[in-house]
């Protein structure tokens, strides 16, 4: 990961990056973020891409480690999308924790490259606001088979 903080809006540097960010979908079991005092609670998010699941199945059996870190930074520009709605733009995000749960095999020891994936381009998008803490966590099985799935706790920046 670079260390400068990088030059010009969030929604700019996300554009030079060649991404953007997705709209954000209704579910009705659940909400897609609880704001409780200064601190947004992210529904975990899978790498969903115009209402599809990139990919599916288990890392370090079906899915490659860099299809994984694809998805993973899929996955991370959803909550993204949810953080930047909750707190009313994309320049006002401050990431605090990231939790990335990896579908992996029991042997699969690479959770923490996957996950560096979505952090670095976090960082790339947002800056020092992109910083955080963060958990990479193997598991057997995710909804829908998905191999990666993201949660975080963002606050807005002033």
């Known amino acids: 990961m670079e260390t400068s ?14 991404y953007a960010l997705p709209g954000v979908g209704v579910d009705a079991a659940y ?11 992210v ?21 490659e480690v860099e299809a994984a870190r694809d998805l993973a930074r899929h996955a991370v520009l ?13 320049d006002r995000v401050r990431i605090v924790q990231m939790l990335v749960f990896v579908a992996s095999t029991p042997e699969f020891g690479e959770q923490s ?9 976090l960082f790339e998008v947002l800056g020092e606001n992109g910083r955080h803490a963060r958990t990479a966590i193997g598991v057997a099985g ?14 807005t920046v002033s």
């Open 31 to 41: 909400v897609n973020h609880r704001q409780v005092g200064s601190s947004v609670y």
């Open 43 to 63: 529904s975990g998010q899978l790498p969903y891409k115009d209402g599809a699941l990139l990919g599916q199945g288990i890392v370090g059996r079906d899915v």
């Open 5 to 18: 903080t990088p030059s010009g809006t969030a929604r700019e540097r996300l554009d030079a990056l060649g």
């Open 78 to 90: 959803n909550c993204l999308a949810v953080a930047a709605e909750a707190v009313g733009g994309l």
């Open 113 to 121: 490259r996957v996950a560096n994936a979505a952090s670095d381009l």
């Open 142 to 155: 995710l909804p829908r088979n998905s191999p990666v799935e993201i949660q975080m706790v963002c606050t």
